[in-house]
């Protein structure tokens, strides 16, 4: 038992050394729009920008790009709103960038999609759609922004990705499509013309753009990346400010989030894996890196921080739960995060939810790495007590994920039997009032 408890503090080193949560400052969801057809997410995609001093949060919906004025966030209001060219049910996706004054829109739905452009200079009173059309391309998955240089990556688009320049940014001109040696780039990061590609079940490939300016002109590939753990589909990542680390997010249940050392691309290695410690099946979304913090919205788990100052030892430091119940079935939850605005308040969008704005600005004390004072005793033989806990509920899982307890509680019934459980190790939930209030884990033995 003394190894297994071993074992079980190395899980949990990664996920809850110092995890505080985080204080939800406004939330914002229409009821009267539809939920998509596929994954009845009537959000997507979020971002942030600062215009003539006022902070702004931007969503996606199923019916187009609402704007907020988050700059007083307790009393934030949405300010403009620009319908898409494709609406309703058959959206999921819609994705933001911006650059020079504009918003950028793509939608990955619908043949009427197009390239939105809309000149956000006059925010917070008003926005002008300066661009609407599907003459350069009907659907993007995704799209990216070097502002450095300029220039427009637009991922699964026309082909597996086309780069456009923007040096004038109301009329985009193509420079580039690659049509090589991948099928489907679904999303990008770059910096300086140094592009970490994300090319689902065919892993990563990082390129030189300096010499892609014109039609004709052709990138040179700096490294692959195919082989790690957890290796699935790989989904996005993030570069910090030094380009020496690089997250990476695989979309695929259960998957670990990989710390990448980038220093030197001819020998790109794994420094870490880490994971929100919620259950078995968690899966990360878009993750962002700010300064030392790696910001990643969880599907079903919500928003997680991560303190990666030391890359090889990541610690959990703040989490908000946007969505319940924690089924960890399909795609629900927490789909976008932008840690980017002066205040640093963080915007966080959920599927089914909403607009989030959060504070995790309180300094956080580091909670020693072990397991949950409100389960005794832990590990349990026959049986084990809930204290301090006003949940309604208590939820067990088994490692593989499946559901084998369930019992509501109240002060006079908070014991709980083993019954027929094998022994082992279990993940519990508390619930109340329909959202997760703690999860964590527990041995019978």
């Not at 309703?88 to 390239?115: K, M, P, Q, W």
């Not at 688009?157 to 086309?162: C, H, K």
């Not at 998957?255 to 929100?276: E, G, M, R």
Request: proline share 3%.
């Amino acid at each position: 038992m003394k190894n297994l408890i071993l074992s079980l503090s190395i899980l949990l080193t990664l996920s809850s050394n110092a995890q505080q949560t985080a204080t939800l400052l406004y939330n914002w969801q229409d009821t009267s729009l539809v939920g998509s057809w596929t994954y009845d997410n009537t959000y997507n995609e979020c971002w942030g920008m600062v215009v003539n001093d006022r902070e702004i949060a931007i969503i996606g919906s199923t019916a187009g790009t609402h704007f907020f004025d988050v700059t007083d966030p307790v009393n934030s209001t949405e300010v403009a709103f620009i319908a898409g060219a494709y609406t309703g049910g058959g959206v999921i996706h819609r994705d933001y960038h911006d650059f020079d004054g504009y918003l950028y829109v793509v939608c990955d739905e619908g043949s009427s999609s197009t390239l939105q452009i809309i000149d956000v200079s006059t925010l917070p009173d008003s926005v002008t759609t300066v661009y609407d059309s599907n003459n350069l391309f009907t659907k993007s998955h995704n799209i990216y922004i070097d502002t450095a240089t300029a220039k427009l990556y637009a991922c699964a688009s026309n082909t597996a990705m086309d780069v456009y320049d923007l040096h004038t940014p109301t009329n985009p001109t193509l420079i580039y499509s690659y049509t090589g040696a991948v099928g489907h780039v679904h999303d990008a990061f770059v910096r300086n013309d140094t592009a970490f590609l994300n090319c689902g079940n065919e892993g990563l490939r990082v390129f030189d753009f300096s010499m892609v300016n014109t039609m004709g002109d052709q990138p040179v590939q700096l490294a692959t990346f195919t082989s790690y753990p957890d290796a699935g589909y790989n989904h996005s990542g993030w570069l910090n400010d030094d380009g020496t680390v690089y997250i990476m997010q695989d979309e695929n249940h259960g998957y670990d989030v990989k710390i990448l050392d980038v220093a030197d691309l001819t020998n790109i290695s794994v420094l870490a894996t880490f994971n929100s410690g919620v259950d078995p099946q968690s899966m990360a979304h878009n993750g962002i890196i700010k300064g030392d913090l790696a910001y990643i919205p969880y599907y079903h788990d919500g928003l997680r921080v991560f303190d990666i100052s030391d890359p090889s030892n990541p610690v959990q430091t703040w989490e908000y739960d946007t969505y319940a119940p924690n089924s960890h079935d399909s795609f629900k939850g927490a789909w976008g995060i932008y840690p980017y605005l002066p205040s640093g308040n963080i915007i966080v969008s959920d599927m089914q939810t909403g607009l989030y704005i959060f504070d995790c600005s309180s300094s956080t004390s580091i909670i020693e790495n072990t397991l949950s004072n409100n389960i005794f005793p832990n590990p349990a033989k026959t049986q084990f007590i809930i204290s301090n806990s006003n949940a309604e509920s208590i939820t067990l899982y088994n490692t593989l994920g499946m559901k084998v307890y369930e019992q509501k509680l109240t002060k006079n019934q908070n014991t709980i039997y083993r019954g027929n459980l094998s022994n082992g190790l279990y993940f519990y939930t508390l619930i109340k009032e329909g959202k997760r209030t703690e999860s964590g884990k527990v041995i019978f033995e």
